[in-house]
Nanobody, 127 residues
Framework: EMQLVESGGGLVQAGGSLRLSCAAS????????VAWFRQAPGKEREGIGC????????YYADSVKDRFTISRDKAKKTVFLQMNSLKPEDTAVYYC????????????????????WGHGTQVTVSS
C-alpha cells in the first residue's frame, strides 16, 4: 500500500524555523517527483515547491523562495521541507504529494495531477 506520512508541524513564533518530513512507503520512491502544497482556512491549495525524482532540480513558489528548502534522502525514502523565517501567513496545513516522473527538471503541476497525497501536518506561526 502506497503511503505518505507528513510530520514535523507545530506552533512556532514568527521568524522561527520548522522542518517537515514526508516519509514514503509501499512504492518505488526514486521514480517519483515530490511536491509540497499548503492550504490555509478559506484559501485555495497552494503549490509551494517540488523536487525532481533525481533530486537534481527544485522549484519554489515566490511566496517561499529564499526561505524554504526542499531536499530528499533516497535511502530513507523521505523528503524534507526546511522552513526558515516563518511568517504568520505561512500558517496552513502542509501536504506532500507524489507524481511518477523521471523528468530531471522540477515542475510544479496543478494539485489534481499528483498520484498520491499524505494527510497533512498543521503549521501555525504566531505573530
Amino acid at each position: 500500500e502506497m503511503q505518505l506520512v507528513e510530520s514535523g508541524g507545530g506552533l512556532v513564533q514568527a521568524g522561527g524555523s520548522l522542518r517537515l518530513s514526508c516519509a514514503a512507503s509501499g512504492f518505488t520512491f526514486d521514480n517519483y517527483a515530490v511536491a509540497w502544497f499548503r492550504q490555509a482556512p478559506g484559501k485555495e491549495r497552494e503549490g509551494i515547491g517540488c523536487i525532481s525524482s533525481s533530486a537534481i532540480s527544485t522549484y519554489y513558489a515566490d511566496s517561499v523562495k529564499d526561505r524554504f528548502t526542499i531536499s530528499r534522502d533516497k535511502a530513507k525514502k523521505t523528503v524534507f521541507l526546511q522552513m526558515n523565517s516563518l511568517k504568520p501567513e505561512d500558517t496552513a496545513v502542509y501536504y506532500c504529494a507524489v507524481l511518477r516522473s523521471e523528468i530531471t527538471v522540477a515542475i510544479m503541476y496543478p494539485w489534481d495531477q499528483y498520484d498520491y497525497w499524505g494527510h497533512g501536518t498543521q503549521v501555525t506561526v504566531s505573530s
